[in-house]
């Protein structure tokens, strides 16, 4: 039998990048969420804000654990998955790959500062200043990697010759155009789903367990920050669009069917193409993609069919692009709503039916994250450095690249199965009520201990 080596190659780093990329996530988001609420909990000398920083840390470090192993997964897929690539680019991404590993590390030290010096500094300004590398850390392991994905797309800091890279520039290549959007558009949504994500987790217990005072301000908190990063999402997607519009408009067309060059271009949302490629079904706004791409309404819009054939994206990018962009606005609807209905003091915010909405919030988010990444690496075909080398000429021609699959589908399946039931009995049998008394005790004893020790 004739093993598919390219299409296999795509399902194996597809399914690491889709496992990883739930971790991934977490760990760029989470540091800034516990951030925001020791913060809080200083500020307003309120310790539920302080039990939230302690419990979302305590779930992060299990999801570091998981990320780590994914993590690793991916460079050891780089070179056995797509060994012409490495041969090819190794040389130009090489700076930002090792340091990523930098970036982990930096985090990965001040995250275990910060978790055993809980209470010992007289001024919590100082343990609260810990958040600040690893939240920095953090951000800085997605740059380094989105900068690689930015190099795929916007190819830069090096000369080709005789089929090779050289006279390679490592910071031009790191730092190349597609860069900037990619990263703002990665971070602002990372934080923006890690607020869904708590969210969801307050409106659950509120559902399972009642009303708590913890649980209610976790929620708002939360929901605070989704609605921040859910708008800053949507800005930095048309952020992204205009640097489609104007460095890859192939893949900008592709993901709105936008087949023919004219100005004043309309968006397509929704619909379907018959056989003739004709658009079906769909809602047209006028103009609308003229000013996405290039803030203008009468703007001239490249079309799809400018392109040769082999070099256009796969046409199903535009169900990606539409489920993407719908999730963002689901969720900045949703934060909105909420904060309507809080501040219209005749209706429940905690109703329900909003919290229901807000436990779906977070597998939207997830699902939102997937989504894009899909559109980004799917609109990036056919090529895997753009311009310079294509996907098949990447992939690995071994007939055990099938074996690969199902070894790290195994895995995967194993690492996500053991994830929650740790995550599981970490928390369900020390509810943050309890926990919360528990230290609301031992800080009373610790005071009347010291008092004792005072007048002795």
């Not at 990320?67 to 991916?74: E, H, K, M």
């Not at 997607?237 to 023919?260: I, R, T, Y």
């Not at 311009?387 to 690249?401: H, K």
Request: aromatic share 14%.
């Amino acid at each position: 039998m004739v093993v598919d080596t390219v299409l296999w190659s795509r399902l194996v780093t597809g399914l690491t990048l889709s496992f990883h990329v739930i971790f991934a996530t977490i760990g760029v988001a989470i540091p800034m969420m516990v951030s925001i609420a020791e913060f809080v909990g200083i500020r307003k000398k309120d310790n539920h804000y302080t039990l939230m920083a302690k419990r979302w840390t305590r779930g992060f470090v299990i999801s570091v654990a998981v990320g780590v192993v994914t993590g690793t997964a991916i460079a050891l897929q780089l070179a056995l998955v797509w060994p012409n690539f490495m041969q090819l680019a190794g040389n130009v991404i090489a700076l930002p790959l090792f340091m990523e590993v930098f970036a982990f590390f930096f985090e990965a030290i001040f995250l275990g500062i910060y978790l055993y010096t809980w209470d010992r500094f007289r001024n919590p300004y100082l343990h609260w200043l810990l958040t600040v590398p690893v939240v920095l850390g953090a951000a800085m392991s997605a740059f380094f990697i989105t900068s690689v994905n930015g190099f795929m797309n916007q190819p830069e800091g090096f000369i080709l010759e005789a089929g090779q890279f050289t006279a390679v520039h490592p910071l031009q290549a790191m730092f190349n155009e597609a860069t900037p959007s990619k990263v703002f558009h990665v971070l602002a949504s990372a934080y923006m789903t890690g607020a869904a994500l708590l969210a969801a987790v307050a409106a659950f217990s509120m559902l399972k367990k009642g009303v708590t005072e913890y649980a209610k301000k976790g929620l708002k908190l939360m929901m605070t920050v989704l609605l921040l990063f859910s708008f800053l999402t949507a800005l930095a997607g048309d952020v992204s669009a205009k640097f489609l519009a104007e460095h890859q408009p192939e893949k900008l067309a592709a993901a709105e069917w936008h087949f023919e060059t004219e100005k004043g271009a309309d968006l397509i949302f929704l619909g379907w193409l018959n056989a003739e490629r004709e658009i079906m079904g769909a809602l047209h706004i006028p103009k609308a993609l003229s000013f996405l791409a290039f803030s203008d309404f009468n703007a001239e819009v490249t079309g799809l069919n400018e392109f040769p054939v082999d070099e256009q994206p796969p046409l199903l990018v535009h169900y990606l692009f539409d489920a993407m962009v719908g999730v963002g606005f689901a969720l900045l609807a949703m934060s909105a709503i909420f904060f309507l209905l809080l501040f219209w003091k005749k209706r429940n915010e905690l109703n329900r039916w909003m919290l229901r909405i807000i436990v779906l919030g977070a597998p939207l988010a997830f699902l939102g994250v997937e989504l894009g990444w899909f559109y980004a690496e799917v609109g990036r075909q056919p090529w895997m450095i753009r311009g310079y080398m294509r996907v098949e000429e990447a992939a690995t021609t071994s007939p055990s690249i099938v074996y690969l699959f199902f070894v790290f589908l195994l895995l995967y399946i194993l690492l996500g199965t053991m994830c929650v039931i740790v995550l599981r009995r970490l928390f369900r049998d020390n509810p943050a009520e309890v926990e919360f008394e528990k230290a609301a005790k031992a800080k009373e004893q610790a005071l009347q201990a010291k008092e004792a020790g005072d007048r002795a």
